[in-house]
């Protein structure tokens, strides 16, 4: 089992910057890809950012590349996701998630077993 706290999230006006955390416990053998996820009402969750607790590859959904940084402690059990240049369509909730098979479809939500509960994140323009 793994359990996955997020927090970090907040206000911020477009342009700004937030940093969320994800700590996880539990399984490490669980836990070899962390990522994270976001949704607002009425649409599907969303893939944002993967990072391959082994090896540190991360990848990145086109809407963020460039403007938000997926990464871990040396412990690897935190992930992060920075997010620079916000925008207002940034607006949703995000969700940390973890799995411990991760070979293919990295950013799709049926992949990962474990998650979070969320934490708000609102970009006003």
């Known amino acids: 089992q793994v359990q996955l706290v997020e927090s970090g999230g907040g206000s911020v006006q477009a342009g700004g910057s937030l940093r969320l955390s994800c700590a996880a416990s539990g399984s490490t053998y669980s836990r070899n890809c962390m990522a994270w996820f976001r949704q607002v009402p009425g649409k599907e969750r969303e893939g944002v950012a993967v990072?391959?607790?082994?090896?540190?590859?991360?990848y990145y959904a086109d809407s963020v590349e460039g403007r938000f940084t997926i990464s871990q402690d040396n412990a690897k059990t935190t992930a992060y996701l920075q997010m620079s240049s916000l925008k207002p369509e940034d607006t949703a909730m995000y969700y940390c998630?973890?799995?411990?098979?991760?070979?293919?479809?990295?950013?799709?939500?049926?992949?990962?077993?474990?998650w979070g509960q969320g934490t708000e994140v609102t970009v006003s323009s």
């Open positions: 990072i391959l607790t082994s090896s540190g590859d991360t």
């Open positions: 998630a973890a799995t411990r098979l991760c070979f293919r479809d990295l950013l799709v939500e049926v992949t990962y077993n474990y």
